[in-house]
């Protein structure tokens, strides 16, 4: 009988702090250190035959072998150390590779994971940078993008199945800005059970990774803009793609290598430091943003609130119960009185501040329609919803109080 006790498993708040950070590398530094070095030199002529036989993949690495590292562009010990800290934030992940933008992280999945010739499915509406590289880009390389409805659960499915060559699918949920979500679980399901199963990817930005966790639910690769909650301040830009399946990040951090769209060092370490602070940050987000839109949605200049606990629709409410903890800090209105309403809405507003972005310590507030999806179709508006009377929040860690009644004096300033 083994009677040896399991090992001592910590949690994530505390695994985010330890785990991957060796005071010793940092000439003894109790927080990481920053390294700014563009090269590496390497401890002998072989140990330098050896790094680059596992970079260009023709040999891997022992469990536990400690392999030099070369140039900054392939890693450097900053992103090694944000890459191991991020893993425990999400459930499931064993690695995870950190790119110079979100747009960064998600054109390297694509670039990887689905060649010219093959296709993918997503979600609309998705993105703007993401709507633009489907549009623009990959559909010019000759890779075909099958686009359902945020939420449509059997066209989601139908389209997984009947897809020829599918690579990928991606998902966004909630999907921006009208915060519609769809069911990971289902696109997983239907995927798995193809001859080529293609792999989920999911753009956890809005909720994660706090109050969604897409691995648990089935999907292969979580992929975030770290600009956002993740960073949470509005002041870097960073991307950041978590997976099961080690060797798939690594297939990753290889194409990042010849792209170039590894994050950088400081950048590496600034985001770093806001790890600990995530949950924090977004619980204290979600629960003002929470109170605020169940207030605004009795207000009669609003015609509608979306946001996940005012959801009517029963097939929303039940992938919202399967698949969020919390209803998060997003949420749009529709304003009576159209775009006129929003542009005074957006003019009058004193403490939220009118700018694209979301996830930060600070309230943000846009028109949708003019900005962030302005490259949308009239048509395509129409059938995502997306409206001119329209406003999208993203609601900081002021003091609910205080945003509430900026919103309320800038929905009496709105002129009749
Ligand atoms: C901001 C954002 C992106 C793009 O991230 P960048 O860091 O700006 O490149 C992708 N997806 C969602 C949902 C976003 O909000």
Redesign the pocket.
């Known amino acids: 009988m083994n009677t040896k006790k399991p090992p001592y498993v910590v949690r994530t708040p505390t695994a985010v702090l330890t785990r991957g950070f060796d005071p010793r590398l940092s000439v003894g530094s109790a927080r990481p250190a920053v390294f700014r070095s563009s090269t590496y030199v390497f401890s002998s002529p072989e140990s330098a035959e050896r790094s680059f036989e596992i970079a260009l993949g023709t040999k891997t690495p022992e469990e536990g072998e400690n392999v030099d590292l070369i140039y900054a562009r392939l890693s450097h010990p900053n992103a090694e150390i944000l890459e191991d800290q991020v893993v425990p934030l999400e459930p499931e992940a064993r690695a995870a590779a950190v790119f110079n933008?979100?747009?960064?992280?998600?054109s390297t999945i694509f670039f990887t994971l689905c060649p010219p010739g093959k296709s993918f499915v997503y979600t609309t509406p998705?993105?703007g940078?993401?709507y633009h590289l489907i549009h623009h880009f990959l559909d010019t390389l000759g890779m075909h993008g099958v686009p359902v409805l945020a939420g449509d659960t059997d066209g989601l499915k139908k389209a997984i199945e009947s897809t020829p060559n599918l690579r990928l699918v991606f998902i966004?949920t909630p999907a921006?800005p009208v915060l519609r979500m769809t069911d990971i679980s289902a696109a997983a399901a239907s995927a798995s059970r193809l001859s080529t199963p293609p792999f989920v990817v999911v753009?956890n930005?809005?909720m994660g990774p706090t109050f969604q966790h897409p691995l648990i639910h089935g999907a292969d690769i979580v992929?975030y803009?770290?600009?956002?909650y993740l960073s949470g301040f509005s002041d870097l830009?960073?991307?950041i793609v978590l997976a099961r399946d080690t060797d798939l990040i690594a297939q990753l951090r290889g194409i990042r290598a010849i792209l170039g769209n590894i994050l950088q060092p400081d950048e590496c370490w600034m985001l770093d430091g806001r790890l600990p602070t995530v949950t924090l940050r977004m619980n204290r987000q979600s629960k003002n943003a929470q109170r605020i839109a169940e207030t605004l949605a009795h207000h009669p200049k609003i015609a509608k609130v979306n946001y996940p606990t005012l959801f009517e629709d029963p097939e929303q409410i039940r992938i919202r119960d399967i698949q969020c903890k919390f209803p998060g800090a997003i949420f749009s209105i529709e304003l009576k009185g159209g775009k006129r309403a929003a542009y005074d809405f957006l003019r009058n507003l004193e403490i939220g501040r009118n700018a694209v972005?979301?996830?930060g310590v600070e309230t943000l507030v846009n028109h949708p329609a003019t900005t962030t999806h302005s490259e949308v179709s009239h048509e395509d508006k129409k059938k995502f919803g997306i409206s001119d009377s329209m406003v999208r929040f993203s609601i900081g860690i002021e003091d609910w109080r205080d945003l509430l009644h900026d919103f309320h004096q800038s929905l009496d300033a709105i002129a009749e």
């Open positions: 933008s979100g747009m960064a992280a998600i998705l993105y940078g993401t966004e921006n753009d930005t809005f992929v803009s770290a600009t956002k830009l960073g991307g972005s979301l996830g």
